[in-house]
């Protein structure tokens, strides 16, 4: 009988009609929810919390170690925007891009949001007793040399907290590791200043010298520098201060000097010496030390022109004091110490030692003070790894897996350890090669105290209380957990601590005298340290800067040239990703980067004249291989850069992390060398050399701007008229 | 000749179908008097009780007192469970009814009590609470029962409230398009606003 079928004309008229009717029962207001949603109210609300009007709370911004604070709009128990806290002398009301992506770390999608177990290769979800009891059960039969503890930066009541858990069972491994602090510089400062990180006064200075410091973009504390620099901008007595940025790839902070310098790379030390020579002000030791380095050595070591040590010079000299940085792209060789120290004296040749670098105050605490992150660490960590001697292993607010150079072999020895703790907020690198994940509160979901590690005016202690509720009800902060732990050790003198709320609390009166709150009841007092987020110490003792110079038998060696691998990878740091922590932010995905303004990749910078020399074009996929690895990313010609060096940015590349971060652009910390610095230790991380290839393939560039200079795709293209030159009213 | 049968076939199959998903739809936005569902609410809260007239039996309480939000904010929000805890610790003779007992375990353990919404307007529109009863009630000096009557209905008769009016666009404008006086003393008027945006932003 149907042999037919329905044919297609009968199937549309009935379509028709059939769609008709669907839109016809469909149509209504779906999204009024007479009598089925629910409206939580509150049980008991402050005065001020009127449903449908916001209110701020204050807290402390976790997106960097700068230690902004901030505080939250929030609205019917959801935080919405975080804006700065004025009161804050570092940040001063203001926040950053990255600060303001806070908010999606918080509601991010990929949260991990139950406590994991490894089966095999699976997480199977398990309960937080169950976790507690696994940890006690592991760390039974082991000695506490046998236990390693990696985290990234931590201070305030945490690291006490962590520090006393760790002493519970003898364990004095406690690596601490940040893959892009300025460690060697602090290294080089304690020599030359005696204090590892100085206040340094931009907005007191009429010329500023910094050698590879971004301090606008992720250098320290890049919002309290960005208002310095606006005032030294504005200039001290009516003199606009003066810019000059000397670094073989241009950042931020580079982009807004009146004068870039393209420096050799690695080469810093000697042009600080060169520039010391040609003060000529400088007598005894000094003198000896940079009396070889005349201008046209240092020009052709430096590839600087003669002329501009010169004018550099005759600047400094007329205008005083001055204030000059080291920073990340001149600490990152095997001789960064002796290139950061050398930066340094030239401070002390200044005179600028005592007025533009400063002693910073210090909190009273040297309990709560800040456990500075390096990358010693992580090697310290990875030998000891490599030769077996930890078996239980955690790991808080770092990603080694990702971060650690591909040349450490890092994640073979991370499998050496029999149990693997991870404390995580996404199943990131690190997090899938654990045995056990914990998962982690959001930064506006925990308490907690902070102490900077740069102070701005005077010392302050930082407040985290949280802006919200949890989202996911099975994470848990960071200090609850370590009072779960500790508890396991010590159960006589943490019981009376329920959690780690009434731990701070408990902490925090017990000092409210030192902490300002003295002749205050305990109530007040605490409400008080909560709504303004801040506690200042006044009057909190500083450690003097030294004035006389420090060593100054420094050795720099001369640039090296390498037939096998020409060019120099400056892993460069992105404003907005870091070291990679925060790529699963699509909004800072989509940040264009300020320089090249290219979104949700990554990309090889080569200077034009290199490029014109290997035929590379825009969007060519070239491949960068190093005596460790290679990756392939598309060229992006940019002036900007030094013609020996090429620069990848860091952050990018994640095998895992989460749905915005997965699967975009490559990771060059793969592909670096086991290089450190002979002094410190310290990664060098702009010591891999790299030789680059074309692929053959090419892809279009996605980023803002378009091709300047009226040429596309090389070829020149013909304009019509200059803009200014139009009519608008005729155009119209 | 199976031609007609044919379309009857498909036809049957879809309505079945298109049945199914209005099943599945919302219930009907309003009856025919506009009566919104009846909603069971966790405590089933007698509006009659506390503010219906002292004639029959109410305490007459300012719709205001417990709603405390709506004149300040454009949400009128639920009352903090601490309002009704407020009075009623101290109310010994109702203490220990159905109602109050319930009200105090949610109380005890600190938990919210998940009331049901009863009005509720699709996410595209923005109604004002604050902006209405500034204007009718403070400016113009109507009865506050009056006043949330135009959008609540009689609630002080009712029990659990339940909606009374249709909450639809041509029911807000047929009073937006009224001449309203524009404070108690004045003769002038002016009407509501009628531009899509001051409810579709």
Known sequence: MMENGFNRRDFLKVLGWGGTAVALSGCGNTSVEDGRETVNSYVEAADYVIPGIGVYFNSTCAQCDAGCSIMGKVREGRVLKLEGNPDSAINRGKTCGLGQAGVQHHYNPDRVREPLQRKGEIGVTITWEKAYELIAEKLKDVSGEEIAFLSGGVSGHLKVLLDNYLASFGCRNHFVYEALAPAVVRAANKKSYGVEMPRYNINKAKVVLSFGADFLGAWVSPVHFSQQYAQFRKGVDGERGVLIQIEPKMTLTGANADRWIPVRPGTEGVLALGIINALGTAGGDIAALVKDYDKVRVSKETGVPPGHIDKIAALLKLRSPSLVLAGSAAEGYAHGSQNAAAINLLNHVLGNVGKTVEAAAEVPFPQMAPARGNTAALKALNDGLAAGKYKVLFNYAANPIFTAPGGMKFKDNWAKADFKVVFAHYMDETALQADLVLPLDSALEDWGTHVPEYMADGAQINIQQPLMERLHANTRGMGDILLALIKQRRPEDYKSYEDYYGYLRAAMLQNKAALGGGGMDDDTFWSETLSKGIVKLAGAATTAVHSKAGATDLTLPAATQDAQYPLQLIPAVNVSLRDGRHANLPWLQESPDPLTTIVWDSWVEIHPKKALEMDITEGDIIEVTSRTGSVKAQAYLFPGIHPDAI?????????????????YGVNPFQILDAVFDKETGELAMHETRVKISKTGQRVIVVKDESAAGAKQIRKKIAGRMSTDNVDLSKEV | MFRFLRLSVLFAVLFVSAGSHA????????????????????????????????????????????HTYARRS??????????????????????????????????????????????????????????????FYFQQGKPVQEVCGYCHGNVKTMTVARRTKSLSMGWCVSCHEKQHPVDAASTKTAQGPNDCWQCHK
């Open chain 1, 647 to 663: 620069s990848i940015p860091l952050g990018q590349g994640h095998e895992a992390l989460g749905r915005y971060a997965k699967g």
């Open chain 2, 23 to 66: 099943a599945d739809a919302s219930q009907p936005l309003s009856t025919a008097d506009d009566l919104g569902p009846q909603v069971d609410q966790p405590i089933e809260f007698p509006h009659d009780r506390h503010a219906g007239d002292a004639a029959q039996g109410g305490m007459q309480i300012n719709c205001m007192y417990c």
């Open chain 2, 74 to 135: 454009m949400t009128a929000g639920i009352p903090p469970t601490q309002k009704c805890i407020g009075c009623h610790q101290s109310i010994e003779s109702v203490r220990e009814t159905p109602r109050i007992k319930k009200l105090f375990e949610y109380w005890e353990a600190k938990k919210p009590i998940p009331w049901k919404k009863v009005h509720d307007l699709p996410d595209f529109v923005r109604f004002h609470h604050e902006r209405h009863i500034q204007r």
